[in-house]
């Protein structure tokens, strides 16, 4: 598509931000206003817009998307969104180890145990850890505590979560980005522990690699998200 604007402008509008180009704002993908909570995360929208060259790159909206899906996908209907979300803390990654007698365990429990430590201090839970790949569901009062937790969120935060849970497969690591002290890299590093292992021992692909990278890539951009936003919730 080419780029069918000049001007590029962040206005304050019911209560929140927009960003209008030429003087015309924005919807979502399902035609809503796109009317976020907080200046900072509009102006960053807004700089999505403003860098686009003669032809408008899709994949370069990746704030944009996810302050669409906080509108039309989790504010209509936030039971189902926490839901989607939850499930990556039933089935977490970091904690499915391998047996305690393999070296691969433990560097597992190097990497992983201080952050499934830390949010059970955090949320008071407890996570049980589970040798293999079998699914074992986690304590109901855990469970149900992560459910609180999520829906103290903000619908911007959430969707920011969702994405991260969903890359790194890990509610653990999710919620440990929006700690304030958080190294999304280091965090973003641990999710993928299992799949550097295999590739310290069998080498590495190139093709695996760019996948990763671009993963890697929109894992850092959600955890921006959440930051522009303010990580605000009510805990």
Known sequence: ????YREVSVEPHAGG??????GRAIKTALGAPQIVPIQALADALAAEWERQGETIDPADFVLRDLADYAIDVIAPDRA?????????GETDTL???ADPDEPLYRRQHEVWEPLVTALEAREGVRLDRISGVIHRAQPPATLAALRARLERTDDFTLA???????LAASLCIALAALQDDADAGALWNAANLEED????LWGHDEEAA???DQRRARFLTASTFTTLVGRSDVS
């Open 95 to 97: 904690c499915y180890r």
């Open 210 to 212: 760019t996948r990763r």
């Open 1 to 4: 598509m080419k780029r069918f």
């Open 80 to 88: 189902a969104a926490i839901a989607g979300i939850l499930a990556f």
């Open 160 to 166: 920011g979560v969702q994405a991260m849970a969903s």
């Open 17 to 22: 931000w927009r960003v209008a180009l030429d």
């Open 197 to 200: 292992w295999q590739a310290e």
